[in-house]
C-alpha cells in the first residue's frame, strides 16, 4: 500500500473519532470506490463498522458492491438487519440478490422483509438458477413506449435514469412489456424532438433468454461488444439486463472455474482463505481417488510385461522418459483444445479438422522427438536395436498422446460435459497406460521375446 493511501487511513480514523460525518462523507464523494475499499482493508473490524454507520445509504451501497463476497456478508453481519437493509436497497438489484445469496436463510428473509419493494424485486431475482442469465441480470433498466415522441422520452429519462443501471441503452416496449426495438443514448439525443420513438429505434433488437446460461450471454458480449443486453422471458417480455461489469464477473468465474477442473479439482465457490481445509480436501479428494485407481492399471500393465523387462533390463530405463513425453503432448493438446471450445473458437462440427490436424502435429513433434530418444537409448542401453524401440515409442505415443488429448474435450462437449473435466491430470494417466503397453509392444515385437 503506498503513503497516499496510510495518509487517507489516518484521516478517516481521525473522522471516525471526531464523528465529523460530513467530512467523512465528502471525503468518500472524492474517491473510486474501489479505492475506498483499498482503504477499508487496514481498518479494523469496529472502524468499519463505524465507518458504514457513518455515511449515506447509497454511498455505502457503492462501496459494498465493490467488496468480495465474504467480505460482503461480514459487513451484513456486524452492521446488524435494521442498517444492512438501507443499504441494499441502494444497491443494484442484481448485487444484493447476489449478497443475500450468500446469507443464512433466516437472515436473508428477514433483510428481504425489511428491504419493502426492493425486496420483493431482489426475492424474483432469487428464483433464478444463479449460473442463468437471470441469475445475473439486475431490473433497473428505463424502457419507453414506441409511440412516444423523442420530447417525452427525454423528459421520462431524466425522471427515471437516476434509478437506472445504465442509460446507454434505451428498450422499446409494446402496450404488453413485449420488447420491440432498441435506441442508443446519442440516437435520442440527436434526434428531431417531434419524432417518435418507433422511427428512430432499431427493430433489430439482441436479446438473451432469462434461462440461458450466462456463458452464452458472455458470448454475445465478446461477439457484438455490447455495454449491456436485454434479458427476456419465454414472451419476449422484458425482464432486466445484463450490464458489462456483470459479464466480467461471469468471465472471471468460470475461467477459475476451468482452471480448478483442469487441474483435477472440483471448482471451488469462494476465495482459497475463505474456504476451509475440511472443503478443500473435499474438492481434491475425489479426483486423487479416481486418478489413483486409474494409475493402479499402469501396475498391471507392468506386470503382464514382467518378462521382457527381466530380459532386457535396459528397456525399465526409459519408462520415465516415455509417459512423460507422452503425458505432456496429450496435456498440451488438451488445453489448446479445451480453450478453443470455451472461445467458439471450435465446434462439434470440427472434430474431424481438428483430428486431422493433430494427427499431423502429433507425427511432427513425435518426429522431432524421436531422433534424440534413438542417440540416447543407444547410449544408455548400448544397443541400436534399444534406439530403435525407444525412437519408434516416442513417435507412436506422442503421436496418440496428441490425438486422445485433442478428441477427450471434444467427446465431453458431444455429451454435454464440461470439456475442463478432461483435466492434465486425467489425460496424463490415460496416457501413462496406453503408453506403456505402446512401448513393450513394439520392444517384444523387435526382441522377440
Not at 451501497?61 to 438487519?81: C, F, H, N, S, Y
Not at 419465454?234 to 432486466?240: E, F, K
Not at 532386457?312 to 520415465?320: A, D, N, Q, S
Request: glycine share 6%; hydrophobic share 45%.
Amino acid at each position: 500500500m503506498d503513503d497516499r493511501y496510510t495518509v487517507l487511513v489516518e484521516q478517516v480514523k481521525q473522522l471516525l473519532s471526531d464523528g465529523s460525518t460530513e467530512a467523512l462523507t465528502s471525503l468518500v464523494d472524492s474517491l473510486h470506490p474501489a479505492d475506498v475499499v483499498d482503504i477499508l482493508e487496514l481498518l479494523d473490524d469496529s472502524a468499519r463498522t463505524a465507518f458504514f454507520h457513518a455515511i449515506p445509504a447509497d454511498k455505502a451501497a457503492d462501496i459494498v458492491q465493490e467488496l468480495d463476497p465474504e467480505d460482503q456478508t461480514e459487513i451484513v453481519r456486524m452492521m446488524g438487519a435494521a442498517r444492512s437493509s438501507e443499504i441494499l436497497r441502494e444497491m443494484d438489484s442484481d448485487d444484493a440478490a447476489d449478497l443475500i445469496g450468500e446469507l443464512p436463510e433466516s437472515k436473508a428473509e428477514t433483510l428481504l422483509e425489511l428491504m419493502n419493494s426492493e425486496g420483493d424485486e431482489v426475492r424474483e431475482l432469487l428464483q433464478y438458477d444463479e449460473d442463468s442469465s437471470g441469475g445475473i441480470m439486475a431490473t433497473e433498466y428505463v424502457t419507453v413506449n414506441m409511440d412516444w415522441t423523442v420530447e417525452k422520452t427525454l423528459a421520462e429519462l431524466r425522471h427515471a435514469a437516476p434509478e437506472a443501471e445504465t442509460v446507454y441503452y434505451i428498450y422499446v416496449v409494446d402496450a404488453d412489456e413485449r420488447l420491440v426495438g432498441v435506441l442508443s443514448l446519442r440516437d435520442l439525443v440527436i434526434a428531431d424532438l417531434k419524432r417518435k420513438i418507433s422511427s428512430i429505434m432499431s427493430r433489430n433488437v439482441l436479446s438473451v433468454p432469462v434461462e440461458a446460461d450466462q456463458e452464452e450471454a458472455a458470448q454475445l458480449f465478446k461477439k457484438y461488444r455490447y455495454l449491456a443486453l436485454p434479458v427476456v422471458d419465454r414472451d419476449n417480455r422484458l425482464a432486466g439486463i445484463i450490464t458489462a461489469d456483470d459479464i466480467l464477473d461471469v468471465v472471471e468465474e468460470e475461467a477459475t472455474e476451468d482452471i480448478q477442473k483442469i487441474a483435477g479439482t472440483m471448482p471451488l465457490d469462494r476465495p482459497y482463505f475463505a474456504t476451509s481445509v475440511k472443503e478443500l480436501w473435499r474438492s481434491r479428494v475425489v479426483w486423487l481417488m479416481v486418478l489413483f485407481l486409474a494409475e493402479s492399471v499402469t501396475g498391471k500393465i507392468l506386470q503382464n510385461f514382467s518378462t521382457a523387462m527381466q530380459s532386457v533390463i535396459e528397456l525399465t530405463f526409459f519408462i520415465p522418459l516415455l509417459i512423460d513425453c507422452g503425458g505432456n503432448a496429450g496435456s498440451q493438446a488438451a488445453s489448446v483444445v479445451i480453450r478453443g471450445l470455451a472461445v467458439r473458437d471450435i465446434r462439434l462440427r470440427d472434430v474431424w479438422s481438428v483430428f486431422s490436424r493433430e494427427l499431423t502435429l502429433g507425427l511432427a513433434l513425435g518426429l522431432s522427438m524421436s531422433g534424440i530418444a534413438f542417440l540416447r537409448a543407444w547410449k544408455v542401453g548400448g544397443n541400436p536395436i534399444i534406439g530403435v524401440i525407444v525412437c519408434t515409442s516416442v513417435l507412436v505415443i506422442v503421436t496418440v498422446a496428441t490425438i486422445v488429448g485433442s478428441m477427450l474435450p471434444i467427446a465431453a462437449t458431444a455429451l454435454h460435459l464440461d470439456p475442463a473435466v478432461m483435466s492434465s491430470p486425467l489425460i496424463t494417466t490415460i496416457v501413462d497406460g496406453t503408453g506403456l503397453m505402446i512401448y513393450f509392444s513394439i520392444a517384444r515385437a523387435l526382441l522377440k521375446i
